[in-house]
């Protein structure tokens, strides 16, 4: 029998960096489940992980004693979660795959673990950002080539920006008032203006990019912050 967990890891520091196994926690079960999780979320203030996935159920899981403790119905397929910056509110980006044509986030209210809207973006959202200091959730709509803004106080879309095809992923960078998105089958990172969607710059990162991170560092092409791109 195929098994699916969540595991929730530790991170001593005690000289270099030590990783210790703190706790297993199984998802499906008799009473609340879910098979085939795809994507984790720490909320309501690092008190809960939210996990989802295809079934259409988010699954809360109390990080004081590390077991499940409440669900609530959403949207199936979801493929990506993010919080907000106080972690009250968690948007679920919904896309399954062809040939469905899924177009909705929906935002769970993350103490009470219950629905609060559910927003029309564009089709196949495949990634989320937040920005704390704009209060805008951003979603790159990969079948749609654009990226979605919507309002963190209403819920409600409030722009919606053209970017190269194929968008897969995106990330904020709010001291820099920037958004970075890479475009699968596509060598080009688009540099966005976080707050007016104007194209700043696009860099080669090579084909194929599938995951980024911004880090502080020393001075570099992008001014200032060192990009990382991991590709397959």
């Known amino acids: 029998m195929k098994h699916h967990a969540v595991l929730l890891l530790l991170l001593i520091l005690a000289g ?6 703190v706790a297993v926690v199984p998802l499906p079960d008799s009473i609340i489940g879910l098979k085939d999780p795809s994507c984790v979320v720490v909320a309501d203030s690092g008190r809960r992980v939210v996990v989802a996935g295809a079934e259409g159920w988010a699954i ?14 959403i949207d199936p397929g979801t493929a990506v979660l993010c919080a907000n910056g106080s972690g009250t509110k968690v948007y679920c980006a919904h896309n399954r795959p062809y040939p469905y044509q899924d177009s909705m ?22 990634a989320l950002a937040w920005n704390e200091r704009l209060c ?11 990226v979605s803004v919507l309002c963190g106080q209403g819920d409600t879309l409030i722009a919606t920006w053209p970017v190269r095809p194929n968008p897969v992923g995106i990330i904020c960078s709010e001291g820099r008032n920037r958004l970075y998105v890479w475009h699968w089958q596509d060598r080009w990172l688009s540099v966005l203006d976080a707050a007016t969607g104007t194209l700043i710059d696009t860099v080669n990162v090579g084909q194929y990019p599938s995951a980024c991170v911004i880090k502080p560092g020393p001075a570099s092409a992008l001014r200032g912050i060192r990009f990382e791109a991991v590709r397959y």
């Open 16 to 21: 270099a960096s030590a990783q210790e196994l």
């Open 60 to 73: 809360a899981i109390d990080c004081a004693t590390n077991t499940k403790s409440g669900r609530v119905a």
């Open 105 to 126: 986030v929906t935002v769970i209210d993350a103490k009470t673990l219950s629905v609060r809207g559910r927003v029309n973006v564009g089709k196949r959202p495949r």
């Open 136 to 146: 805008q959730a951003y979603v790159a709509n990969s079948s749609s080539a654009s």
